[in-house]
Antibody
C-alpha cells in the first residue's frame, strides 16, 4: 500500500530555514516523479517543486533560488530544503507521488501534509 | 504560465441533483501528438489532502464513484457530479500538467442546498 508521511514543519522566523521530509512506502520514489505542493491558510493549492524519476528538477518562480528539492533513494525519502523563508511561505506542505515518471502528470497519492509557519 | 479559471467559486446543490464545475485554461492543454488533455480534477475535504478524481480530463481514477465524470478538450473542461451525495461536500480543483509551472484553478466549493 502506498503511503507518504511528511515531517519537519514548524514555526520559523523570517529569513530562517527548514528541511521537510517525505518518507514513502509501498513504491520506489525513483520510479515516479514526486512533487511538493503547498496550501496557505484558507487558500488554494500551489505547486512548489517536482523531481522526475530521472532526476530532472523544476521549481515555481516564487521559490526558485531559495528552495531545493532532493531525494535519498536508499531511504526512499523526498526532501525540501527551504531557506530565506518569508511570511508568504506559511502553508501546509504536501508531498505527492505522480502517476508516472514525468513532471507532466497528476498526483495520485498525497501525504497528510506538514505545517510551516513563518513568523517573528 | 497557464492560468486555470474555475467557475463558479461555489455552488449549492440539493442531494441527488447534478453539480457542474467548469475549468478554463488560458491556453490549450491538448497535446496533439497523443490527443491527450493534460488536465486533472481533485477533491479536497476539510482537513484532508487532495484526492485525485479524474486525469487526462476524462479518465476516472480507480475507486472513484461513477457519478463523477470529466469532459472537455483544449481549453474548456467540466467536472460533473451526476447525483450529489452528502460525502461529496468538498472543494474541487482542476490542474493542468501540460507544462511547468503546474497550475491549479482557484477551487470550487460544493455544498448541500
Amino acid at each position: 500500500e502506498v503511503h507518504l508521511l511528511e515531517s519537519g514543519g514548524g514555526l520559523v522566523q523570517p529569513g530562517g530555514s527548514l528541511r521537510l521530509s517525505c518518507a514513502a512506502s509501498g513504491f520506489s520514489i525513483t520510479m515516479y516523479a514526486m512533487s511538493w505542493v503547498r496550501q496557505a491558510p484558507g487558500k488554494g493549492l500551489e505547486w512548489v517543486s517536482t523531481i522526475s524519476s530521472s532526476g530532472s528538477i523544476y521549481y515555481a518562480e516564487s521559490v526558485k533560488g531559495r528552495f531545493t528539492i532532493s531525494r535519498d533513494n536508499s531511504k526512499n525519502t523526498l526532501y525540501l530544503e527551504m531557506n530565506s523563508l518569508r511570511a508568504e511561505d506559511t502553508a501546509v506542505y504536501y508531498c505527492a507521488k505522480h502517476t508516472g515518471d514525468s513532471v507532466l502528470g497528476g498526483g495520485d497519492y498525497w501525504g497528510q501534509g506538514t505545517r510551516v509557519t513563518v513568523s517573528s | 504560465d497557464i492560468v486555470m479559471t474555475q467557475s463558479p467559486d461555489s455552488l449549492a446543490v440539493s442531494l441527488g441533483e447534478r453539480a457542474t464545475i467548469n475549468c478554463k485554461s488560458s491556453q490549450s492543454v491538448l497535446y496533439t501528438s497523443n490527443n491527450k488533455n493534460y488536465l486533472t480534477w481533485y477533491q479536497q475535504k476539510p482537513g484532508q489532502p487532495p484526492k485525485l478524481l479524474i486525469y487526462w480530463a476524462s479518465t476516472r481514477e480507480s475507486g472513484v464513484p461513477d457519478r463523477f465524470s470529466g469532459s472537455g478538450s483544449g481549453t474548456d473542461f467540466t467536472l460533473t457530479i451526476s447525483s450529489l451525495q452528502a460525502e461529496d461536500v468538498a472543494v474541487y480543483y482542476c490542474q493542468q500538467y501540460y507544462n511547468t509551472p503546474l497550475t491549479f484553478g482557484q477551487g470550487t466549493k460544493v455544498e448541500i442546498k
